[in-house]
């Protein structure tokens, strides 16, 4: 037989089956006008009852060596050293590029919001690259456009951040310009005017976003309004129109020490070249006398908490459905090999939550969980984005993978693959100076050692199936969680009255239960 008819033949087997080609053999050599063949031969014979089968060939290259399992990859430590005006300086070298990222974060995020005022801090370091130095905020940009720099500031519940990326060869006067930034914001009135309509833009837009509802209801609902964790990062309509330029110039005075901040600086220069620079460029940038305050330390959260919390979105084309408990701090035991257990429920494609709501169901185009360590508790989040008219019953598949995970633990595959995806993660991390950096940047922003990421990686690396298990019954089972459904209350909420949950609690956008505002 050519080799076209034998693969032709092999796909009408695959198609129809054994069975339907014995039945067919008959029928198409009588159309050929030959008698019919003799019946097959049973389907467990081999070529002869009496003569053995043949020894496969030898494999003419010899016998495969073994491979050695793969170490697991373990990040390097970064020198650490001091610089004027106090400030703590994290370096790693890394000359195989002729890039260099830093990153500059103080101890101070929202958790040190006053009361009435959330969103101090975020809007304060937005203001720090709206001019600084010698240069109003449109010379600031084009400066940095002229030498090719990327920079940013940032905030979140722990503490504000300013990052640069920028070519070796621009180093020079793109530090300076991320100096004046950090230590010389002119905080103009004309660009806070302007920064703040842009916020409360901003913030209208975010209530209309059932993803964007969701993150600050988790917060809200979790720790409570006088948690310092219990409000937005961002803050709200209402506390915004509370603050003025002189909040943000107090502020900064308050959080942006030299003897509080730590620059972490990952790419192609040396510690000589690091320290000339700092030198000039922060030589003016003086510690107050007073003594710097120490960064907030939140307590855990207590509940009793609701249930099941809903949110009205009238005009959301889908509903967002999760699953919401405690999680642990980053510096926590726990923090290095719950990365696997989550990676297991809802962490990648392949997660249980991914399989059984999208894969299975078709409720969702991804379902996923996620963990978000802090210098406090943290959160652990699992949900989807669902159809509407499927709500009730993806909340209820949620709710039963959570408790099928927490009760049953990892099987052996996971357990081998959150390993291997655990590995390649970190490898990617320690890919690019700019995402070094940030991770440097964001340990060294919550108190924690220069070489946290080393150790971390050996203990994730390490954890076995009763450690991994244990971590699954303790932060993903769903009898405590608290459940979360942003969507067309209209719609969903017969839905979750089948399900035998309580009533929901109703919020709004801002997290803030309706019936504390009279509605």
């Not at 010389?184 to 059932?210: C, G, I, M, S, T």
């Not at 959260?301 to 005009?315: A, C, M, Q, S």
């Not at 399989?355 to 802090?374: I, K, N």
């Not at 655990?422 to 922003?445: C, D, F």
Request: glycine share 8%.
């Amino acid at each position: 037989m050519s080799s076209r008819a034998h693969s032709t033949g092999r796909a009408v087997r695959d198609r129809l089956g054994l069975a339907a080609i014995v039945w067919l053999a008959p029928y198409t050599a009588s159309c050929a006008g030959a008698p019919p063949p003799p019946p097959p031969a049973p389907l467990l014979a081999t070529a002869s009852a009496t003569q053995p089968a043949a020894p496969p060939p030898a494999d003419p290259l010899g016998p495969r060596p073994e491979t050695a399992t793969a170490p697991p990859f373990i990040p390097p430590t970064p020198d650490v050293f001091g610089a004027v005006g106090g400030m703590t300086v994290w370096l790693l070298e890394r000359h195989q590029v002729p890039l260099v990222s830093c990153d500059l974060t103080v101890p101070t995020g929202a958790s040190s919001d006053p009361k009435g005022k959330a969103g101090l801090t975020y809007v304060t370091a937005n203001m720090l690259d709206e001019g600084a130095g010698t240069r109003g905020a449109i010379d600031l940009a084009r400066a940095l456009d002229d030498l090719g720099a990327r920079l940013n500031t940032d905030a979140n519940a722990d503490a504000s951040f300013v990052s640069l990326t920028v070519l070796k060869h621009n180093l020079s006067p793109a530090f300076s310009i991320f100096a004046d930034v950090v230590a010389r914001p002119r905080f103009e009135p004309a660009e806070f005017r302007r920064v703040k309509d842009l916020w409360n833009n901003e913030l209208l837009q975010r209530a209309k976003d059932p993803d964007a509802t969701a993150r600050v209801v988790y917060r809200v609902a979790l720790f409570g309004p006088d948690h310092p964790y219990g409000h937005p990062w961002d803050g709200t309509a209402k506390s915004a129109k509370a603050i003025a330029l002189d909040d943000v110039k107090r502020a900064y005075a308050a959080a942006w020490r030299p003897d509080r901040a730590t620059l972490v600086c990952v790419g192609d220069l040396t510690k000589q070249e690091l320290t000339a620079m700092i030198g000039s460029s922060f030589a003016s940038w003086k510690a107050p006398a007073a003594p710097a305050p120490p960064p907030i330390a939140p307590p855990e959260p207590k509940g009793p908490w609701p249930k099941l919390v809903l949110v009205d979105r009238p005009e959301a084309p889908q509903a967002v459905i999760a699953a919401l408990r405690p999680g642990p701090a980053a510096s926590s035991p726990d923090a290095a090999a719950l990365w696997r257990v989550n990676d297991a429920i809802g962490g990648s494609f392949m997660s249980r939550l991914n399989q059984d709501l999208r894969e299975e169901h078709g409720y969702t185009y991804g379902a996923r969980s996620r963990f978000a360590v802090s210098r406090g508790a943290g959160q652990v989040v699992s949900g989807a984005n669902v159809v509407t008219d499927k709500t009730g019953e993806a909340l209820g598949a949620l709710v039963a993978d959570l408790r099928r995970f927490a009760d049953g633990g990892l099987n052996d595959e996971e357990i081998a693959r959150t390993r291997s995806q655990a590995r390649g993660e970190l490898v990617s991390a320690y890919q690019s100076v700019e995402r070094i950096a940030g991770h440097l940047g964001a340990n060294a922003s919550l108190g924690l050692s220069p070489d946290w990421a080393a150790r971390v990686a050996e203990k994730r690396d390490a954890a076995g199936k009763a450690e991994l298990d244990a971590l699954a019954k303790r932060y993903y089972t769903p009898d405590d969680a608290i459940l979360v459904v942003v969507g067309p209350r209209a719609r969903v909420q017969p839905m979750l009255d089948k399900l035998g949950f309580p009533s929901p609690e109703l919020r709004d956008a801002d997290g803030e239960p309706l019936r504390t505002q009279g509605k």
